[in-house]
């Protein structure tokens, strides 16, 4: 009989839950999203597009409340019914939700989506080989710091991957001519919503880091690229 080494069984394990994952993702949201179309930010998107030479931005409504904004592994963009409904409302504006799809863009185009997902299989699969190690020398205490270590790690993996999406989409609205105002306003928007009603806070900003330090972020670059008049 073949006898499988722990790390060899954790890497088969990681393998299939990539491939069972990502086929769930992309059937859950295939059943149920719809292409969107408005035109107010259509033109918003076409304005992204040219500055990107594509066509257009194909963006899909997502039918679940929370308010979220999600890049897939396969590249499709969704905004959620909740998020376009702050929208239809007027409690968000046409430019601050063209920043969400700007920095799920920047998901897709510098390989987060797709990569997240296999950086989660992969945490469980580093998981599962350190607690059957640990567990050796020691017995369950070795699944806390397995768990302990895995969570920090794809805590500062997602950290980075926030930052590098908000500078994508503040170049990429700098360059369409919307302008990084709207990113930051949007921010101190969710985070008001955070405030104001306890535990209806947005997904999207729950699953980022601290707004002052994105808007600070921001505000960097922006300062960075617009030149000081010259007197
Ligand atoms: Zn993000």
Redesign the pocket.
């Known amino acids: 009989m073949l006898k499988f080494s722990p790390i060899l069984l954790a890497i088969l394990y990681a393998l299939a839950m990539y491939r069972f994952s990502a086929w769930r993702t992309a059937r859950e949201l295939d059943s149920r999203s719809t292409e969107l179309a408005d035109a107010k930010l259509k033109r918003l998107t076409d304005r992204m597009a040219a500055s990107l030479n594509l066509d257009r931005i194909r963006i899909n409504i997502y039918e679940i409340d929370p308010v979220n904004?999600l890049a897939a592994p396969d590249g499709r963009i969704f905004i959620t019914r909740g998020f376009y409904r702050k929208y239809q409302n007027g409690e968000v504006s046409a430019e601050e939700l063209a920043s969400v799809i700007a920095?799920?863009l920047g998901?897709v185009a510098l390989g987060h989506s797709k990569r997240r997902m296999i950086d989660f299989s992969g945490q469980n699969a580093l998981r599962m080989a350190m607690i059957m190690l640990l567990n050796r020398f020691l017995p369950g205490v070795g699944v806390l710091i397995a768990n302990a270590v895995t969570s920090l790690l794809a805590a500062k993996l997602s950290r980075s991957?926030?930052y590098e999406?908000d500078a994508y989409a503040a170049a990429l609205l700098t360059k369409a001519g919307i302008g990084v105002a709207p990113q930051i306003s949007l921010f101190h928007k969710l985070e008001e919503l955070t405030q104001s009603r306890s535990g209806a806070a947005p997904a999207?900003l729950l699953?980022?880091p601290k707004t002052t330090e994105r808007v600070a972020a921001l505000e960097a670059l922006q300062s960075r690229w617009t030149p000081t008049p010259q007197e």
């Open positions: 904004g920095h799920e998901h991957d926030e999406a999207w699953s980022h």
